[in-house]
């Protein structure tokens, strides 16, 4: 598979990405770490969703620039590309398209919420597997973990922390809805599968 064609697949399913996410936002029992934060700031700032991770992914990538030296700069501009696709998309599907739908079931939540957590999970691990158009918070932790020679998995589930805990700090003080709820527990352990469960199939397939 040509450089092009992996990056088509790999917008393609950061775009996929990003409709999971809405799915378990509209879902409405919890969303995982890092998207709590970001529905949290969105409602304290009375902005889209899709715009604060928009921004917040735009920021690591500036991160990752600076830690990089700016020498990538195909990469920035295609990562921030995907950074603006990939926030529209979210409020696209969560202000106007979900927004219209209601549901009351709670069983029915946690079936769309898995739903959206599998779509979410296996688009990830594609774009892991195609190693062309990683994620920006992806990318800064694989550059800090190299340099402070730290496991990458104790840096991404510190981040992780922070987010939640950023989300129920903000939650309680300005005495918004929790976005820390059932649904973070289960995207912890069921997105964490999906994309390893993805990216083993495809090396297993075509290595």
């Keep these: ?15 996929l990405a990003g409709f999971g996410i809405s799915i378990t936002i509209f879902a409405g029992i919890g969303v995982s770490s890092f998207n709590a934060l970001n529905l949290s700031l969105a409602t304290v700032l009375e902005v889209g969703v899709g715009t604060v991770t928009m921004v917040l992914n735009i920021f690591f990538l500036c ?15 295609m990562q921030f590309l995907a950074a603006i696709a990939f926030g529209s998309i979210i409020n696209i599907f969560t202000y106007h398209i979900f ?24 688009s990830t691990g594609m774009i892991l597997y195609l190693d062309i158009l990683t994620f920006p918070i992806e990318s800064v932790c694989t550059v800090l973990s190299s340099r402070l020679e730290l496991p990458f998995h104790k840096l991404r589930y510190s981040f992780d922390i922070l987010c939640v805990i950023g989300s129920i700090v903000m939650s309680k003080y300005f005495r918004n809805p929790m976005n820390v709820r059932e649904g973070t527990l289960i995207s912890l352990f069921l997105l964490t599968l999906w994309m390893h469960a993805t990216v083993a199939w495809m090396r297993k397939k075509y290595t």
């Design 1 to 15: 598979m040509n450089q092009t064609m992996k990056l088509l697949l790999s917008l393609g399913f950061y775009m």
């Design 63 to 77: 991160m990752y620039a600076m830690l990089t030296h700016f020498k990538l700069r195909k990469k920035y501009l």
């Design 99 to 122: 927004n219209k739908i209601v549901i009351t079931h709670y069983l029915i939540k946690i079936t769309v919420f898995c739903a959206g957590v599998t779509i979410s999970g296996v």
